[in-house]
């Protein structure tokens, strides 16, 4: 799994500011896959994106929260605003294109806190 | 009653004892992934599969899609084998590859 990077690992926000999440995907992987895990909770899916293009955004809260996969650099997850609720660790994840059959790569997770 | 449940949610284990965790799922699938949460919270991907069996080392995932049931065995358990087992699906509706479901995680503590 070394390969899909996230950072910052660990991020503290004050309640009404931004927060933004970082990830990197495994060499040669174009789909990107984000999920939040609320404390004492499973984790939930939030977003699927290929290179500028979302995909799936079923899992998305539908306000303060979006995402972006730009031609360059690394995929984005962006909380505006953020509040006491979102207070989670995010996890990143990639895989190849290609077939369905492909195995998902995480990364080690960004624990955002706000207070 | 939640799509993906599993059990137990807890397991405290012997060094060297055979392991089973359960996994129940109330979709239709196309795929079960079975995933390892270390301490430490990053995520390792174990098995990912739709039929039948794999093995990895001493890890062994088997699937029965008419049961809608998976087990994950670990044989000759080790403390460093401690972590949360998550159990995944991703539904046969035809949503994408990473849109998953997951169990709540089964906390397993190997003691030396």
């Known amino acids: 799994n070394a390969g899909v990077m996230q950072n910052p690992r660990h991020l503290v926000r004050r309640r009404g500011q931004e927060a933004r999440l970082r990830c990197s995907p495994m060499?040669?992987?174009?789909?990107v896959y984000w999920y939040r895990q609320l404390p004492e909770e499973g984790l939930k899916f939030m977003v699927y994106?290929?290179?500028?293009?979302?995909?799936?955004e079923s899992g998305m809260p539908k306000e303060r929260f979006s995402a972006e996969f730009p031609k360059e650099g690394p995929s984005i997850l962006r909380i505006q605003q953020v509040v006491r609720g979102d207070s989670a660790a995010y996890f990143c994840?990639?895989?190849?294109?290609?077939?369905?059959?492909?195995?998902?790569?995480f990364g080690e997770g960004s624990w955002l806190t706000v207070v | 009653k939640n799509e993906v449940e599993q059990s137990p949610q807890n397991l405290t284990a012997q060094e060297g004892e055979f392991i089973t965790i359960n996994c129940s799922y109330s979709?239709?699938?196309?795929?079960l992934h079975w995933l390892q949460q270390h301490p430490g919270g990053g995520i390792v991907s174990l098995f990912m599969?739709?039929?039948g069996k794999k093995k990895h080392g001493r890890l062994i995932a088997t699937i029965n899609i008419q049961e809608k049931h998976s087990s994950l065995h670990i044989t000759a358990s080790h403390p460093r084998d401690s972590a949360v087992y998550i159990c995944?699906?991703?539904?046969?509706?035809?949503?994408?590859?990473?849109?998953?479901?997951f169990g709540k995680g089964t906390k397993l503590s190997v003691k030396p």
């Open positions: 979709v239709g699938i196309s795929a």
């Open positions: 994840a990639s895989s190849q294109p290609g077939s369905s059959g492909n195995t998902i790569y």
């Open positions: 060499k040669g992987h174009s789909h």
């Open positions: 599969l739709s039929s």
């Open positions: 994106l290929q290179k500028e293009n979302i995909i799936d």
């Open positions: 995944a699906v991703r539904g046969d509706y035809g949503g994408s590859q990473g849109n998953l479901i």
